[in-house]
T-cell receptor, first 111, second 109 residues
Framework: DGGITQSPKYLFRKEGQNVTLSCEQN?????MYWYRQDPGQGLRLIYY???????QKGDIAEGYSVSREKKESFPLTVTSAQKNPTAFYLC??????????FGEGSWLTVV | QKEVEQNSGPLSVPEGAIASLNCTYS??????FFWYRQYSGKSPELIMSIYSNGDKEDGRFTAQLNKASQYVSLLIRDSQPSDSATYLC?????????FGTGTSLTVIP
């Protein structure tokens, strides 16, 4: 099946710990995105990438890092510098700015 | 500053009625507009895209675009309880997608 796979679905982070969220797509899409959604809020862009080995900061990039070593993969690391990381994280992809499709999301909670 | 504005609701309609959801955006340059449905705790799923002025129909859904007024709407005919969800408006500027905060819709049986 073609789609976007995010893992893990649920993740718990301790104070001072870095965690990485995985995102893999087999849609052959060029562009990939990471969004954060807080309860009752809209989607806020963290990072996006148009091509391999290149990515740009979105509106709320502080405390996050990404890599794009393969077209299919766009992992997001939530670093200890992100002081309020509890949220729903959505990975998405598109063909060069055309319709954007989402993975199932990952829930991150600080414990 | 690119902004997408939606009335957060909640919007309640009786089953079988027409639900009307509205969205405005700040930049005339945008060419692509999308409506997504998001159930609680789930990721957004695409309902419709629209690129030209006028109406676009798909089953019970109709998207309406007015670029001069910077306005896009979604009509849901014969609303069903399963339509109860949050509806997100999205606008594409270049290679980025901007989302409204969503309108919560409840369809009352």
């Amino acid at each position: 099946d073609g789609g976007i796979t995010q893992s893990p679905k649920y993740l718990f982070r301790k104070e001072g710990q870095n965690v990485t969220l995985s995102c893999e797509q087999n849609l052959n899409h060029d562009a990939m995105y990471w969004y954060r959604q807080d309860p009752g809020q809209g989607l806020r862009l963290i990072y996006y990438s148009q091509i391999v080995n290149d990515f740009q900061k979105g509106d709320i990039a502080e405390g996050y890092s990404v890599s794009r070593e393969k077209k299919e993969s766009f992992p997001l690391t939530v670093t200890s510098a992100q002081k309020n990381p509890t949220a729903f994280y959505l990975c998405a992809s598109s063909i060069s700015g055309n319709t954007i499709y989402f993975g199932e999301g990952s829930w991150l909670t600080v414990v | 500053q690119k902004e997408v504005e939606q009335n957060s609701g909640p919007l309640s309609v009786p089953e079988g009625a027409i639900a009307s959801l509205n969205c405005t955006y700040s930049d005339r340059v945008s060419q692509s507009f999308f409506w997504y449905r998001q159930y609680s705790g789930k990721s957004p799923e695409l309902i419709m895209s629209i690129y030209s002025n006028g109406d676009k129909e798909d089953g019970r859904f109709t998207a309406q675009l007015n670029k001069a007024s910077q306005y896009v709407s979604l009509l849901i005919r014969d609303s069903q309880p399963s339509d109860s969800a949050t509806y997100l408006c999205a606008v594409n500027w270049g290679n980025q997608f901007y989302f409204g905060t969503g309108t919560s819709l409840t369809v009352i049986p």
